[in-house]
């Protein structure tokens, strides 16, 4: 096995149940890594109280906990306190060293995240480090600039640094600067939950589609923050038949609200908060298709895309300038791209979907097939574990599985 023997230890902010796209990018990959032979360990921050619920939301204190997730070690620490979204753990560093003395090959770490940067920064050895550069720091300029001198340290100490997508480099100066070692790894997902539904999902799918009472029903999924584009989702909304289904909470939930309310089109929003994955399964099984109006360059990639494309959802997305982002769901191929913040071009796309024949059909089975082809876990897997190999100079070469054998056909 192209893994076997590799000891890797993944750094993460949190880890599923805590949703999220990098949270659950971050066990895809372990666990992807763990069935190709490594012996995969995650260290985070516990995101709750007491071991249930999905919402990171929540910024009190918590214990740690350990547990397993199949093959994997997680690790979770408890928090004291959560500063400005930065988690306070006395446990880090005693429990960081002993993680490391025990026998570790690579440290993954996926940023942004100040609290194990800060951690790192202060080892005075680390083994081959690799960090993931899911998204530059926009909105919090102060803080960013704050923070920078850190970053760049630790950056300085990788040996690899992994983008999403060759589109995000040139418009990141912190990757700029470390070009040397900057390498692409595409986020992937397991497509079987969605290539094969359980029954539960197809409940679900059953329940979504009564919701929707025979309208086209519009999808976002993600936390409701300033750059996945609510707004202008709903704005369009007004202009196109159906109704929207939001799944996931943030700070933005009760503006939204609000901005529904003064469209007019409240009646025909349901906000659906965290979902199950198998009813979120459903949801993509029954959508019309999946709203993506992000509006900056904090949304790197957006794994919810991937998602409904496996599922055979064709994306509307938008086309931000040096963001992953259309280039995970295509124009044309597996779905369309309109330009960012114009809730007219998302309504007149939305509205090709209902009024070209075979359009939407068309681009469900690109969609499809992209996911498959180029968004699956085992590839990613198997793409890390190359990268590795060349941090640690190790130049192995580990094909990816075929397309056939991954996904059982």
Same mark, same amino acid.
């Given at each position: 096995m192209p893994g076997a023997g590799l000891r890797v230890l993944h750094l993460g902010k949190f880890y599923p149940p805590a949703s999220g796209g990098i949270e659950s990018h971050v066990q895809t990959l372990a666990r992807a890594q763990a069935a190709l032979g490594a012996q995969v360990e995650v260290l985070c921050?516990?995101?709750?109280?007491?071991?249930?619920?999905?919402?990171?939301?929540f910024h009190g204190r918590s214990p740690t906990r350990e547990d397993w997730d199949g093959l994997v070690r997680v690790v979770r620490l408890g928090r004291s306190a959560s500063v400005a979204r930065m988690d306070v753990l006395p446990q880090l560093p005693g429990t960081l060293r002993r993680m490391l003395a025990r026998g570790v090959d690579v440290v993954h770490l996926q940023t942004p995240n100040p609290t194990m940067v800060l951690a790192l920064n202060a080892m005075p050895r680390l083994p081959a480090l690799v960090i993931t550069h899911q998204s530059d720091i926009i909105r919090q300029k102060v803080a960013g600039a704050l923070f920078r001198p850190f970053e760049m340290m630790l950056y300085a100490r990788a040996r690899r640094v992994l983008a999403n997508s060759e589109a995000y480099v040139p418009g990141s100066a912190?990757?700029?600067?470390?070009?040397?070692?900057?390498?692409?790894?595409?986020?992937?997902?397991?497509?079987?939950?969605?290539?094969?539904?359980?029954?539960?999902?197809?409940e679900a799918e059953r329940h979504w589609r009564s919701v929707s009472?025979?309208?086209?029903?519009?999808?976002?999924?993600?936390?409701?923050?300033?750059?996945?584009?609510?707004?202008?989702?709903?704005?369009?909304?007004?202009?196109?038949?159906?109704?929207?289904?939001?799944?996931?909470?943030?700070?933005?939930?009760?503006?939204?609200?609000?901005? &529904? @309310?003064? $469209? %007019?089109?409240?009646? *025909?929003?349901?906000?659906?908060?965290?979902?199950?994955?198998?009813?979120?399964?459903?949801?993509?099984?029954?959508?019309?298709?999946?709203?993506?109006?992000?509006?900056?360059?904090?949304?790197a990639y957006g794994l919810s895309q991937a998602e409904a494309m496996a599922s055979g959802l064709p994306v509307l997305n938008t086309a931000i300038p040096h963001s992953g982002v259309s280039w995970v769901s295509r124009h044309e191929e597996s779905g369309l791209t309109v330009p960012v913040g114009e809730p007219d071009a998302l309504a007149r796309a939305a509205r090709?979907?209902?009024?070209?024949?075979?359009? &939407? @059909?068309? $681009? %469900?089975?690109?969609? *499809?097939e992209r996911a498959q082809a180029e968004l699956r876990h085992d590839v990613m897997a198997s793409r890390s574990l190359d990268l590795y190999a060349e941090a640690l100079g190790r130049p192995v070469r580990a094909e990816p599985p075929t397309r056939d054998a991954a996904v059982g056909t």
């Amino acid at each position: 096995m192209p893994g076997a023997g590799l000891r890797v230890l993944h750094l993460g902010k949190f880890y599923p149940p805590a949703s999220g796209g990098i949270e659950s990018h971050v066990q895809t990959l372990a666990r992807a890594q763990a069935a190709l032979g490594a012996q995969v360990e995650v260290l985070c921050a516990n995101h709750s109280a007491d071991g249930s619920g999905t919402s990171h939301e929540f910024h009190g204190r918590s214990p740690t906990r350990e547990d397993w997730d199949g093959l994997v070690r997680v690790v979770r620490l408890g928090r004291s306190a959560s500063v400005a979204r930065m988690d306070v753990l006395p446990q880090l560093p005693g429990t960081l060293r002993r993680m490391l003395a025990r026998g570790v090959d690579v440290v993954h770490l996926q940023t942004p995240n100040p609290t194990m940067v800060l951690a790192l920064n202060a080892m005075p050895r680390l083994p081959a480090l690799v960090i993931t550069h899911q998204s530059d720091i926009i909105r919090q300029k102060v803080a960013g600039a704050l923070f920078r001198p850190f970053e760049m340290m630790l950056y300085a100490r990788a040996r690899r640094v992994l983008a999403n997508s060759e589109a995000y480099v040139p418009g990141s100066a912190l990757l700029q600067q470390f070009r040397h070692k900057v390498r692409v790894l595409p986020l992937g997902i397991d497509p079987s939950p969605f290539l094969q539904p359980s029954t539960a999902a197809l409940e679900a799918e059953r329940h979504w589609r009564s919701v929707s009472e025979g309208q086209p029903l519009w999808l976002m999924v993600g936390r409701l923050v300033y750059y996945k584009g609510l707004f202008t989702a709903l704005d369009a909304l007004a202009r196109v038949p159906g109704r929207l289904l939001v799944v996931g909470e943030g700070p933005l939930g009760e503006e939204a609200r609000r901005r &529904a @309310e003064a $469209l %007019g089109v409240a009646e *025909r929003v349901t906000w659906a908060g965290y979902l199950s994955p198998d009813s979120l399964a459903g949801a993509y099984r029954a959508a019309t298709a999946l709203w993506f109006p992000s509006n900056a360059r904090s949304e790197a990639y957006g794994l919810s895309q991937a998602e409904a494309m496996a599922s055979g959802l064709p994306v509307l997305n938008t086309a931000i300038p040096h963001s992953g982002v259309s280039w995970v769901s295509r124009h044309e191929e597996s779905g369309l791209t309109v330009p960012v913040g114009e809730p007219d071009a998302l309504a007149r796309a939305a509205r090709r979907l209902l009024d070209e024949p075979g359009l &939407a @059909e068309r $681009l %469900g089975r690109g969609a *499809r097939e992209r996911a498959q082809a180029e968004l699956r876990h085992d590839v990613m897997a198997s793409r890390s574990l190359d990268l590795y190999a060349e941090a640690l100079g190790r130049p192995v070469r580990a094909e990816p599985p075929t397309r056939d054998a991954a996904v059982g056909t």
